[in-house]
């Protein structure tokens, strides 16, 4: 079946260190891929997605390429803030979102000032 | 935006009671949406997808005897643990798909601690 693996955390940063969270994948098919993004007591926000391979997805200065050949999607940032403080998932569906996410473990991510 | 609440946030039952999760998408309509259980550590699995109007689909190794589920409107599934036993505790997180748009994010809750003793 279809897995999802990200990199183990914790991660603690200095603020304005640049962020590398890897993700890689494994799928029958051709999924979508995605950074989903939650932020303490709060519920899963998506980050970013790419729908097919080289496609960038990007938001809030965190960017991630659909890497087909690698099947990868490793998100990064090139400086980060206190407030990027949260655990990120990696996930990947076989139907765009219309089928059930296929979640990594989750990354806890800490920027320290 | 598509906000998706759950009630309640948290939950402490005894052992052997039910306890029933509800999960609403407040601002737009879902036909389906999904009830993800996530352990310490670990990864959201998907316990089942709930369809309005239907009964819901469960994945491999999840009682659906146990976990009752109840879409009963285009806004509102039910997630009902019965007769809860101590490895029942875990975080349950619900997600909803907008059913007026194409791009089929899915938009979820902030989840349920639920602890049996």
């Known amino acids: 079946g279809d897995s999802v693996t990200q990199m183990e955390g914790p991660v603690t940063l200095s603020e304005e260190a640049f962020l590398t969270i890897n993700c890689t994948y494994t799928a029958t098919g051709y999924p979508s891929l995605f950074w989903y993004v939650q932020y303490p007591g709060e519920g899963l926000q998506l980050l970013l997605k790419?729908?097919?391979?080289?496609d960038k997805g990007s938001n809030k200065g965190f960017e991630a390429t659909y890497r087909k050949e690698t099947t990868s999607f490793h998100l990064e940032k090139g400086s980060v803030q206190v407030s990027d403080s949260a655990v990120y998932f990696c996930a990947l569906s076989e139907d765009g979102g219309n089928t059930p996410l296929v979640f990594g473990k989750g990354t806890r991510l800490s920027v320290i000032a | 935006g598509a906000v998706v609440s759950q009630h309640p946030s948290w939950v402490i039952c005894k052992s052997g009671t039910s306890v029933k999760i509800e999960c609403r998408s407040l601002?737009?309509?879902?036909?389906?949406m999904f009830w993800y259980r996530q352990f310490p550590k670990q990864s959201l699995m998907l316990m089942a997808t709930?369809?309005?109007?239907?009964?819901?689909?469960?994945e491999q190794g999840v009682e659906k005897d146990k976990f009752l589920i109840n879409h009963a409107s285009l806004t509102l599934s039910t997630l009902t643990v019965t007769s809860a036993h101590p490895e029942d505790s875990s975080f349950y997180i619900c997600?909803?798909?907008?059913?007026?748009?194409?791009?089929?994010?899915?938009?979820f809750g902030p989840g349920t601690r639920l602890t049996v003793t």
């Open positions: 790419a729908t097919k391979a080289d």
């Open positions: 709930s369809n309005e109007g239907s009964k819901a689909t469960y």
């Open positions: 997600s909803a798909r907008d059913l007026d748009r194409s791009s089929y994010e899915q938009y």
């Open positions: 601002d737009f309509q879902a036909t389906t």
